[in-house]
Nanobody, 124 residues
């Protein structure tokens, strides 16, 4: 059973930046499609972005502000978040898919493993 471990959440003022990390425990993170999702209370979990091989995809609301990348060493994928807005406040989750799910990359059901979530709060 794969385990994903997230870190890096916190409280930041609007316009600030945060970097979230997602690490895997069993397989090389490069063998997965890694997705980032976020959720606020009372709403469905929302796709933020993903990294599959060298391809990335982002939801429109974060394009140009968020970047997903793989660490040069180790088993980590990062979600760099810049120009943060209060509406980015959510619990952020990383997820891993063992398949080749590019057409369904934005769907939560595509992913086999999930991290525990990390809270990001952006104050106005």
């Amino acid at each position: 059973q794969e385990q994903l471990v997230e870190s890096g959440g916190g409280l930041v003022q609007a316009g600030g930046s945060l970097r979230l990390s997602c690490g895997t425990s069993r397989r090389s993170i490069g063998t997965y499609t890694i997705g980032w999702f976020r959720q606020v209370p009372g709403k469905e979990r929302e796709f933020v972005g993903c990294l599959s091989g060298r391809r990335t995809d982002y939801t429109d609301s974060v394009k140009g502000r968020f970047t997903i990348s793989r660490g040069n060493a180790g088993n980590t994928v990062y979600l760099e978040m810049r120009s943060l807005k209060p509406e980015d406040t959510a619990v952020y989750y990383c997820a891993a898919s063992t398949g080749t799910p590019w057409p369904s990359r934005r769907l939560t059901g595509t992913y086999d493993y999930w991290g525990q979530g990390t809270q990001v709060t952006v104050s106005s």
